[in-house]
């Protein structure tokens, strides 16, 4: 049986960072969750929420006392920036005792990550995930208000990930031995287009969802319409027309190091089903 540790993650209040926090209470072990507002973090009864700041490594110090594992993500600060600091967060980390070490991968290279990879001091697992399920929240509006999907690529092919495997994988790195020096992609167990999601949606709520393929153009003028930056124009046309073999190449990490199957994006919409489903209003007076 594995002995209860004392974990520090990072990124606690983000998508991820809520799994691998949940994870680690499942598994009987004790979490320390850092966040920059800690009067703003809402998490279960039994985790101990820290004040720090990843900018700022010196807010860590009292955050990693007596902590086994530390959890990273490789952004930080008010705006998101690429971290610069973390060099002097491993630093830290092993002056505390710290064993095992786990990278939330960000999607590109980054000083953190190179810093992480490079570090022979503690055991590091980096973990690269595919597409997030959770992005199906991103159609919750249109299905609620007019029982649709627009988007383009409909047959484009997606190994999505729940977001909770990503948690289970790494609350295993983080307390169990034999998982130093790896670098685990995460995936789900299907490969899956937009029509397959879809339809998944649709049986869990239990009413039809129609889906409107888009052109290039059109979605292109939709994403405008709602914000997004060129920036991210662009590389949404890449991922979505053009998406790399490693994000619809289905892999066993999650069997592999947690013991059970990964998680379907069935399970994942019947948990969701309250997203795609209008709420009834409350009575006004």
């Known amino acids: 049986m594995t002995q209860t540790q004392k974990i520090l993650v990072t990124g606690a209040t983000g998508t991820v960072g809520r799994q691998v926090v949940a994870e680690l209470l499942a598994r009987g072990h004790a979490v320390r969750a850092l966040t920059r507002d800690a009067a ?70 980054s000083l953190l990550e190179d810093a992480v990879r490079a570090d022979d001091g503690v055991d590091w697992t980096v973990l690269m995930p595919v597409e997030f399920m959770g992005n199906a929240l991103e159609w919750a509006d249109g299905i609620v208000t007019s029982g649709e999907v627009r988007e383009p690529f409909v047959s484009r092919l997606s190994a999505m990930v729940h977001e909770g495997d990503i948690g289970a994988v790494a609350a295993v790195a983080l307390t169990e031995e034999g998982h130093g020096g790896q670098e685990y992609v995460i995936t789900g167990p299907e490969l899956l287009t937009v029509t397959d999601k879809v339809a998944a949606m649709a049986a869990a709520r239990g009413r039809e969802i129609a889906l409107v393929e888009l052109t290039e153009e059109q979605a292109v003028a939709q994403w405008r319409a709602a914000g997004h930056p060129e920036d991210v124009i662009g590389f949404l046309l890449e991922a979505y027309g053009n998406t790399p073999e490693v994000g619809r190449t289905v892999v066993d990490t999650v069997e592999k190091v947690t013991g059970r199957p990964a998680r379907t994006f069935g399970q994942w919409a019947a948990e969701h089903t309250d997203a795609f489903v209008a709420q009834p209003r409350e009575a006004t007076s």
């Open 40 to 109: 703003r973090a809402d998490f279960p009864a039994g985790v101990e929420v820290v004040q720090g700041d990843l900018t700022e490594p010196a807010t860590l110090i009292p955050a990693l006392d007596g902590v086994s594992g530390l959890h990273l993500i490789t952004f930080g600060g008010a705006y998101f920036a690429p971290l610069e600091t973390g060099p002097r967060i491993l630093e830290l980390a092993r002056a505390a005792g710290v064993r095992r070490v786990t990278v939330l991968h960000g999607g590109g290279p």
